[in-house]
């Protein structure tokens, strides 16, 4: 692999003359937003470590109370601010500066807007001097919003340079976290398409703080990105096919997919709206497993299924697992792709760990038919044949991305008239079933299986999506975490030669060189049915809990 320069590694995507102006205005009017104060040395920016996790805290325009307030999870931020001993001003202004840092050495952000987000903490503190109480459970927590969320007079897009806008109205989501108390500062990068597990765009190539020959993921890596890099501390993102849960488990941070129609998605830019083959969720990116239940708990709670009728109104319910012993499913792998060395080293620690302890009943879970599933969602993502894509990409002048034109190509994409389209549904929906009768004919609570097939990826490279598409065709709610380990290429190593169970493996095995993806994060994903989203963020922490002691 020929080293690339910083510069190079960067770079956006391409496109013709008249792409390029527009492009090029973009990049210089987000640029123009960072302070000249928070710009980092040139010679940081020409050159910088492949872990470059450490910089915010070395380039020395933090100061130490900064420093400690990026340090928080979000929830450590809002009882702060809620006991008086932290200002909704003093919070956004660390975690902006961060941000700003974070961007110009991952090219995580689109939009970057602080003056706005103090102007809100400003009133949010007025408030809380003259009332003497908080409005809201996040009461002045920062919260960066990923690239499709509309928020009121910021720059968002529905994942091509064609349908870029200034946005007239905030969201569902935005709506209701502002009524929470929330406040807005950046806005976070997201691939082509929105449909990648990298994230590349007009904006340039988000980079894996943790060494960055490696992808953040996507399609939320703008967010996965900062949260590592300590700009935000709660970020929202969206997954359809693993958007959330690739990059959290990339960037060694938590993420959630609630089941689909929980949490609202009302007013998201797209450009498939009424395509309702798989729904897509929203749901938290953050530091902590207690935020990603704030998170839930909060917005839940705010009752979004009152504004929009496709949200379901059901209320998160988090059992008390000491009354009962939970039973652990672990896939060591789904049948079609076999892990790199470094995640099967974290499941057989998590097997053991769990093994040993009083608390819960492993067993081992038998994947079904993971193949079959993953055609089918593979072929319900695009019924148009990938049509729409092609004419967004054609009528703005923007380039390809390769991994765009994997994501639309045959076998598994093609134009559907509708009675195929009837047929499709039909094949999802008995696939749906037969899944359900094996869950309970395996008898478990969670299943605890790998979020990718590895770590963090190589840029380009992410061409398959099986350990998290698969939860989205049945809508299970998936929780992922880090499990403390990194890839280390001195055990983590073959130790004899794979032999391949498909095709998807053998490519899967080719890429795997244990010195590449030395020091990234190797994290795990808890699983459970449909609308068991509380039963999930309990596993999760008993699990969590066990397998790190």
């Not at 910083?6 to 008249?18: H, V």
């Not at 979020?451 to 998290?468: E, L």
Request: proline share 7%; aromatic share 8%; glycine share 8%.
């Amino acid at each position: 692999m020929v080293a690339m320069s910083f510069k190079e590694k960067i770079k956006g995507i391409g496109g013709d003359a008249s792409y390029e102006a527009k492009a090029r205005v973009l990049r210089e009017q987000l640029e123009a937003k960072i302070p000249a104060g928070l710009k980092l040395p040139p010679a940081i920016l020409e050159d910088p470590p492949l872990d470059i996790t450490h910089i915010p805290e070395t380039c020395g325009l933090l100061n130490a109370q900064e420093l400690a307030i990026t340090e928080l999870d979000a929830t450590a931020v809002c009882q702060k601010i809620a006991a008086g001993e932290l200002t909704a001003v003093e919070a956004v202004t660390a975690l902006g500066k961060r941000a700003a840092i974070a961007h110009q050495l991952t090219a995580c952000l689109v939009d970057f807007f602080l003056d706005e987000g103090i102007k809100q903490a400003q009133q949010l503190d007025e408030y809380f001097q003259r009332e003497g109480k908080v409005i809201g459970p996040f009461h002045g927590l920062p919260i960066s919003v990923k690239g499709h969320y509309p928020v009121k007079g910021t720059v968002g897009c529905g994942g091509f340079l064609v349908d870029m806008e200034t946005s007239t109205v905030d969201c569902d989501m935005i709506s209701i976290l502002r009524s929470l108390g929330a406040v807005f500062y950046v806005k976070t990068n997201q691939p082509q398409s929105i449909m990648h597990l990298e994230s590349m765009s007009t904006y340039g190539r988000v980079l894996n703080p943790h060494n960055t020959d490696l992808t953040p993921g996507g399609s939320s890596g703008g967010e996965s990105a900062l949260i590592a890099m300590k700009g935000s501390c709660m970020g929202l993102g969206t997954d359809g096919g693993g958007s959330i849960r690739g990059p959290a488990a990339h960037c060694g941070i938590y993420g959630i997919r609630p089941s689909s129609r929980t949490t609202p998605t009302y007013g998201l830019l797209w450009y498939q709206h009424g395509q309702d083959g798989v729904f897509s969720s929203t749901g938290p990116m953050c530091r902590s497993a207690r935020d990603m239940r704030l998170f839930l708990e909060a917005v839940l709670g705010a009752n979004p299924a009152l504004r929009d009728p496709d949200v379901l109104p059901i209320p998160l319910k988090v059992p008390d697992l000491t009354q009962k012993k939970l039973r652990v499913g672990i896939m060591m792998h789904d049948g079609v792709v076999m892990p790199h060395p470094p995640t099967v080293r974290a499941l057989n620690l998590a097997k053991a760990k769990l093994e040993a302890s009083s608390e819960v009943e492993v067993v081992d879970y038998i994947p079904y038919d993971h193949d079959r599933g993953y055609s089918i969602i593979r072929e319900l993502y695009y019924e148009d044949g990938g049509a729409t894509i092609r004419r967004l990409l054609e009528e703005g002048g923007e380039e390809m991305h390769p991994l765009t034109e994997w994501v639309i190509s045959p076998p598994c994409v093609k134009n559907h008239d509708a009675a195929e389209i009837w047929k499709l549904r039909d094949r999802r929906d008995n696939y749906r079933r037969e899944y359900s009768d094996h869950w309970w004919s395996q008898n478990v609570d969670v299943v605890v299986c790998p979020p990718y097939q590895g770590t963090a990826s190589r840029h380009d490279t992410a061409k398959y999506w099986g350990y998290t598409a698969i939860w989205n065709l049945l809508d299970y709610p998936g929780a992922v975490f880090p499990t403390g380990l990194v890839a280390d290429p001195a055990v983590d190593i073959y130790q004899e030669t794979p032999s391949p169970m498909s095709a998807a493996d053998e490519y899967n095995i080719s890429l795997y060189d244990a010195a590449i993806f030395k020091g990234a994060p190797v994290s795990l994903q808890t699983v459970s049915r449909r609308f068991s989203d509380g039963l999930v963020l309990a596993a999760q922490d008993v699990i969590e809990r066990i397998i790190k002691s």
